[in-house]
DNA sequence: AAATATAATTTGATAATCAAAGTATTGAGG
DNA sequence: CCTCAATACTTTGATTATCAAATTATATTT
């Protein structure tokens, strides 16, 4: 029983690095140059968030505003985001994708499909499940350990 | 079957946030002020690496040597870890733990350790199966087609 | 012995990050 | 209505992480 959990440790050490480089060659061949993985998931945060206000993105990405300002304003240069002033409360800046966003927004996102379906196909119904189980038990542990 | 789809690359996408945060709230716990995530995975990658030159170091950790050196060089300044030339081949550069970094390196073993527990007792052993084939299959898919 | 290859460091530049201080706006209590 | 506290964000100042390209030192090949 112990080999197993080193070999999962080691598998998810492996995975977690991988993916981050995988992502960034992606992005490489897809002929995106002037954006760094930590951009395009900044995108991918305002793309997917249903109310993308600088605090609720800065919240799902776990940096500080002060982070999220200096990363917007560098990809508002490169207008693939844009701000605009809430109406009803001046102090909240809701951000936007632009064209040139939601198409890298779009491309992200096929890449993560991908990587799912890769995963998802090579699984009977059952083992899908389990991966599920196993994946949310971890979700839960850290959330009531570390949150 | 969509949904299923969804969920899990929400999950995942969860998941990849949240062990990195939690990495650093653990550290933090547990006392350590002066290191970063980052340099944690430094150390990690030197202490368990049977032959932990500079150039297998920055393999494993998917960074150029250049990054390595200047990581390398505080973490000397800091005393976590050591450097050594080889005697049989004077270009390499064999790193070690000191006692402080080797401390350091069995705390953050046990974190890991927690959470691979926390998968694997959840778990019976065909889900347990299941879950290696899945992560398995997605290192195969990065491997052939990102690497 | 000279040319080439390898291992690491240095250099110069940019991106990512945080904590703390500052700005603007809102909301609550008197 | 006024003040004061809270909220949402930006700015500032500093550090860390990163890379590509140039450099240094050593080994290997021819």
């Known amino acids: 029983m112990k080999e197993v959990k080193a070999i999962l440790n080691d598998t998810l050490v492996l995975l977690f690095n991988l993916v981050l480089k995988s992502e960034e060659k992606f992005l490489r061949e897809v002929g995106c140059k002037d954006l760094s993985i930590n951009e395009i998931h ?25 982070t999220l300002t200096t990363a917007i304003n560098n990809l508002e240069k490169k207008e693939y985001v844009a701000r605009k002033r809430g109406v009803k409360d001046r102090r909240v800046v809701f951000l936007s994708l632009t064209e040139k966003g939601q198409n890298i927004f779009d491309l992200h996102q096929e890449f993560h ?6 995963i998802v196909n090579s699984l009977s119904d059952s083992e899908e499940l389990a991966l599920m189980k196993g994946l949310n038990n971890l979700i839960d542990y850290f959330m009531t350990n570390y949150s």
Do not use: F, R
Request: charged fraction near 25%.
């Open 113 to 118: 499909d991908d990587m799912i379906n890769e």
């Open 42 to 66: 900044v995108i991918d945060a305002v793309g997917k968030n249903e109310s993308p206000t600088m605090g609720a993105v800065a919240g799902e990405l776990n940096v500080t505003l002060g």
